[in-house]
Structure formats: structure tokens, C-alpha cells
């Protein structure tokens, strides 16, 4: 009997210190893992649009970050988007839209957070609960970011996730205003290493490069020998204008897919293809929801 | 404890005489698992070798507060411990290296080659010994790891430390978890032979 309450009284002592350390060090790091994820995902924005701490971004360019949610309210589904008021000067706070599944437009709400708290995601989300009233389930759907320069739109930054062959597979993307694809990165994956991990490599990620909504829309794996001039061009290994020359080639063509992981090549695509698909007709709908109520954007 | 062993004994031991890969055959799954490349077993090296000594000198602080019945729960813990640690501060202060290393790190806690030191050595044996067999361990582990990583890189992919040196792949096959049992065989057999040719002129020394 003793025997057992020693073996409680050690094991509960063994957890309790266990756990004291490895709280203690999250609390410790956990600011600096935000931070270093945050300047990482700022990095992969800049240089899918083309910039670097070289070359940074003009003072016209403005970043407009527009959070999707899914609302619920009394078994009644509606998306809400959180886009920033006014003129773009970050000062006017957010405005918080609702749509309903069939496109109309539904209400629109201020919201009073500050530009450094949205980023959190409990923070907003209480914040969108406070503007339009409680009661209802409000679930994080996913977040767009639109670049502007001197006012007219340069390009869309989509982030999202979408199955691969083992786990989720996380990706960024860049499109430009006719939602031709300007970059893709991928930002998290466990794909086998040297079979699906390939899909990191510039030569399968940058065949997506420049490709047209058009065929984005439709676009499968082709299971065929990437061609050796191609995968110069794409790894960089030939000097630019010819690179481009070569791509322009390539540019209706489906996505080679990697030698012995099919499977991971076509989730990617399929993944481009739904999201790209899927933001288009979304951003149609608040585009014409924004216009009809005059609602004041800063894009 | 007596110390029956040079602290330059006990490092040389996990490196060749008890090699975790080659002698032990411990840890076998992360050995064939994610050795494709070299700078893959560099990584996982670097992090098995920072676990084995932090719990090697946990467990053997700790070891006379530790209940014999429930050893191997509190070993656990230790190890998980340690590696939410290690995982925490990588991803904190090198985010560089932990973009590389983080599922290998997570994937520590369940290394048979750390609890079997603990077991083994650890609980018995004084604080400073433990470090240096913990240490050999880990050593011997990332030995084995950027080993059998190089002959499989190399075959597979045609590179080494990512960098293209043959300009072809010769074995698509080697890349894939199946090779790394025959990489991990053959090497096992090398190092067997090594040894009995070894000791086998040891012999004739002394005749």
C-alpha cells in the first residue's frame, strides 16, 4: 500500500516538474516563435512580389489584409469578411461585411481593433463578436492579402492549406488582378524526403509561374520527363530573358509531375487550381458587394 | 561508483565498440526512415546527441529519488521533457535550423537508443560518466546516421551535402526506405568484419 502512494506521490511530482520546465520554456520562446514566423511570412510576401531587404517596397505599394469567415447563426450559414475601412491610411479601423451563401449582401458593421492585434486571431475574433452581436458561431476561414500601388491593384497574396500525400501541405501564392499566378511558395510540408519534398524545389514550384487563369482553371499533372532546357530555365541556370523565353513555352502546359511522387505533385496542383479557382469567384462576389453598397475600401 | 572506465573510454565505446546503428541496432526506424541525405543525419545527430546527454544526466542526478517500479514512465517523461525543451528553444532562437530540423526533433521522444542508455547506464552510474556515454552515444548515433546519409545521397540523388557531384542519379532505389535496410546491412557487416579482422591480429600480436 505504502508502495503505491510512493509510486503517486514520485509520478505526480515527476509531471508537475516535467511540466513546470517545459512551461516555463514556452512562455520564454513562445514571443520569439511568433515573431520569427511572422518576419518569415513577410519575407516569402516580399519576395514573391519580387522584393528583398535590397530592394525594398516603394512607399506607394500598401498591404490590405482581408480576413474570410464563416458565420452560423441559428443554422443559418453566411461569410463575413473583415476588410480595413477608409482610405488606407490605417486609421479608420475595419469594416466587417457579411454575405450569404447566395452572394447578397447582408450587413456590414464596424469593427474598432488596431492594425498590430488582428494579426491575432483571438483578439479579432472577439472583436468581430462584439461588432455584430453574440449568439452566433463565427469560425476563421482564411486570409488574403491585396497589394496596391498609387491605388489600382498589383496583386493578391493567398495563403491556405490543402491535403498532400501524409499531411496538410501549406502554400502562399501570389496572383495578379486576372488571377494569373505570380509565385507560389511552399511554406509547410512533410512530404517524403526526395520524393514529394521536391515539390520545395524551384524546378516543380516555379512551373506555376506565370501561368494563366485560364489554364490554372484546368490544369492536371502530366506524368512525362520534365524537358532539360525547361528545368534550367526554372532552376535559374541560364540568364534571365532567356529563362523567361523558355517558360513562355511552357506556359499553357500542364505541371510536370515529380518522378515517383505523383500523388504529391498532383495535390499541389489541384490545390493551386481550387484555390485559385475558389478566390476568384469569392472576390467577384465582394467586389460587387463592395460597389453596390458603397462601401469605403482602401483597394 | 568506482570509475572502471577513462571518460575517453566511455566516448570511444558509443562511438565504435557499442555503436547505437551498427553494434546495437537501436533505433532502426529514424536510421532507415530519414537518412536519405547527409545533412538529414547531421541534423538528427546534432539533435539525438543534445537528448541522450540532457537525459543522461537528468536520469542519473535524479536516480536514487527514481521508484524502481516506474523507471521506464519517468525515463519517458524525462526524454519528453527534453525534447519539447529542445524543440521550443530551436524554434525560438535558430528558426534557420529549425525549419530544417523540426520533425526530426519531435520525433525523438520515442528513439529506443535513449531509453536504453538511461536504463542501462545512466541509473547506475555517477553524473560525470553518464555525460561522456551519453555523449559517446549521441556521437556514435550522428556517425552512423551521416554514414549511412552519405552512401545513400550519393547513390540516390547523385550529390552530397545537396551538392550535385556525380551529375546523374545512379539509383533512384536508395532514396527510398526500403535501401536504407541494405545500406544499414552492409554497413553493419563492414563494421563486423573490422572487428574480427581486428582482433584477430590482436591475437597473433600476442602469440
Known sequence: ???ILTIIFRLTLSCLIAGTVMGTTFVFTNKAKKANEHAREEKVVYSLLGYSAENPIPESMGLYEVFRYVITDAGQSSIGYLVPAGAGDHSEGFTFVRIDLEGKYMDSNPVTISHEKVREQKDRDVAIAAAIGGGKDIRFADHTIIVTDSGSR???????KFPGFKTSIHIMMALDPTYSVLGLEIMEHEEDPGL???IEQD???NQFKHKPFETIKSIEVAKAPLPPEYFDAMEGKVDEEAAIEVMKQYRDQDIYALTGATISSAAVSNGVRSMTKKFAYRLDILDRVIKEQQLQVPF | MANEYSSFQLLANGILKENPIFKLALSMCPAVGIST?????????IAVLFVQVFSSVTISALKNFIHPRIRIPTYTLTIA???TVIDLSLAAFFPGAYAKMGIFVKIIVAFAI???RLEMFACKEDVSDSFWDGLGMGLGFMVGMVVIGFVRELLGSGAVFGYDVLGFKPLLFFILPSAGFFVVG???AFFNWIEAVYAARKREVKQ
Not at chain 1, 154 to 160: C, I, K, Q, R, V
Open chain 1, 1 to 3: 500500500m505504502s508502495n
Open chain 2, 81 to 83: 521533457t527534453w525534447v
Open chain 1, 203 to 205: 524546378y516543380f514550384k
Open chain 1, 196 to 198: 514529394g519534398a521536391e
Open chain 2, 186 to 188: 552492409l554497413m553493419m
Open chain 2, 114 to 116: 535513449i531509453t536504453m
Open chain 1, 154 to 160: 498589383l496583386a493578391y497574396l493567398l495563403s491556405g
Open chain 2, 37 to 45: 541525405t547527409v545533412s538529414n543525419g547531421v541534423m538528427l545527430g
